[in-house]
């Protein structure tokens, strides 16, 4: 089991920078995949970024060199540091684990936090 709370949404103007943590508690914090989701309204539920346990990054090609995830796995984090903010990147950001990429893939996870607001203002 995995329990995740994320942090560090908030309102931004376009072209600013925010950046999300992920606490992770629970068992085996280094073994996990770590992913980032977002869902806008009206929307589903679409892949961000994923981390492996070696630090093999994943991301979605609407964030690729904007968006940038990381993990400490000493500390039980994960970060999605988000730069030149888009309107269209408003969403609730959601912290995910699971043991492989490949459901991430398909916005599935076996673990998940209650989300964090992101709002870009034009």
């Known amino acids: 089991q995995v329990q995740l709370v994320e942090s560090g949404g908030g309102l931004v103007q376009a072209g600013g920078s925010l950046r999300l943590s992920c606490t992770a508690s629970?068992?085996?914090?280094?073994?996990?995949?770590m992913g980032w989701f977002r869902q806008a309204p009206g929307k589903e539920r679409e892949f961000v970024a994923a981390i492996s346990w070696s630090d093999n990054t994943y991301y979605a090609d609407s964030v690729k060199g904007r968006f940038t995830i990381s993990r400490d796995n000493a500390k039980n984090m994960v970060y999605l540091q988000m730069n030149s903010l888009k309107p269209e990147d408003t969403a609730v950001y959601y912290c995910?684990?699971?043991?492989?990429?490949?459901?991430?893939?398909?916005?599935?996870?076996?673990?998940w936090g209650q989300g964090t607001q992101v709002t870009v203002s034009s």
């Open positions: 995910a684990a699971d043991h492989s990429i490949i459901p991430m893939r398909s916005a599935k996870s076996a673990y």
């Open positions: 629970g068992r085996a914090f280094s073994v996990y995949v």
